[in-house]
C-alpha cells in the first residue's frame, strides 16, 4: 500500500535555503545520471543500473571536491531522484512497446535550473509527521504546515 501526502509548508529562511539546495541537488543527480545513460547508450553499451548509477553518480561524486555539496542534503532525496528516472525510462520503452496505456511518452529530458516546478521525493526514512503539527524532514527540520 502506498501513501501519498500532500501539505502546504510555511520554511522559514533558513528551511528555505535547505529546501532549495534539495532541489538543486536531486536536479543535479538527475542530470549527471541521464547524461551517464545516453553516453553508455551511444557507446552501444548495455543499460545502466540503478545501483552502478548510485555508486558513481552520488557515493563517488560526494568524494569529490567539485561535487562534496552533495553530502549537504539527504541521501534520499538523491535515491529518490535516481529511481525517478528508472521510473522515467520505464514508462518511455513501455510506451514504445506498446505495453502502457494512454498518451505516447517521450525519452526523459534534462531538468532546467529555470523551471519553477521543483520538486523533492522522500520516503517514509526521510520524514516523520510530529504531534504538534509540523513535519520533519531529514536535514531540513521541522517544518510548519
Same mark, same amino acid.
Given at each position: 500500500?502506498?501513501?501519498?501526502?500532500?501539505?502546504?509548508?510555511?520554511?522559514?529562511?533558513?528551511?528555505?535555503?535547505?529546501?532549495?539546495?534539495?532541489?538543486?541537488?536531486?536536479?543535479?543527480?538527475?542530470? #549527471?545520471? $541521464?547524461?551517464?545513460?545516453?553516453?553508455?547508450?551511444?557507446? =552501444?553499451? /548495455?543499460?545502466? @543500473? *540503478?545501483?552502478?548509477?548510485? &555508486?558513481?553518480?552520488?557515493?563517488?561524486?560526494?568524494?569529490?571536491?567539485?561535487?562534496?555539496?552533495?553530502?549537504?542534503?539527504?541521501?534520499?532525496?538523491?535515491?529518490?531522484?535516481?529511481?525517478?528516472?528508472?521510473?522515467?525510462?520505464?514508462?518511455?520503452? #513501455?510506451? $514504445?512497446?506498446?505495453?502502457?496505456?494512454?498518451?505516447?511518452? =517521450?525519452? /526523459?529530458?534534462? @531538468? *532546467?535550473?529555470?523551471?519553477? &516546478?521543483?520538486?523533492?521525493?522522500?520516503?517514509?526514512?526521510?520524514?516523520?509527521?510530529?504531534?504538534?503539527?509540523?513535519?520533519?524532514?531529514?536535514?531540513?527540520?521541522?517544518?510548519?504546515?
Amino acid at each position: 500500500m502506498q501513501l501519498r501526502y500532500n501539505y502546504r509548508a510555511c520554511p522559514d529562511a533558513a528551511q528555505r535555503r535547505a529546501l532549495a539546495q534539495a532541489f538543486g541537488c536531486a536536479r543535479v543527480v538527475w542530470n #549527471d545520471c $541521464l547524461l551517464y545513460r545516453k553516453e553508455a547508450h551511444a557507446a =552501444g553499451l /548495455p543499460h545502466v @543500473k *540503478s545501483a552502478d548509477l548510485s &555508486r558513481l553518480r552520488i557515493t563517488q561524486a560526494k568524494r569529490t571536491e567539485e561535487r562534496a555539496w552533495l553530502a549537504d542534503v539527504s541521501a534520499v532525496v538523491l535515491q529518490q531522484s535516481i529511481r525517478d528516472l528508472d521510473t522515467a525510462y520505464k514508462s518511455f520503452i #513501455d510506451s $514504445l512497446r506498446g505495453k502502457r496505456q494512454g498518451r505516447k511518452v =517521450g525519452p /526523459p529530458r534534462y @531538468k *532546467s535550473k529555470k523551471d519553477t &516546478r521543483q520538486s523533492i521525493r522522500l520516503n517514509t526514512n526521510a520524514f516523520c509527521l510530529q504531534e504538534n503539527g509540523t513535519v520533519y524532514v531529514a536535514k531540513v527540520g521541522n517544518l510548519k504546515v
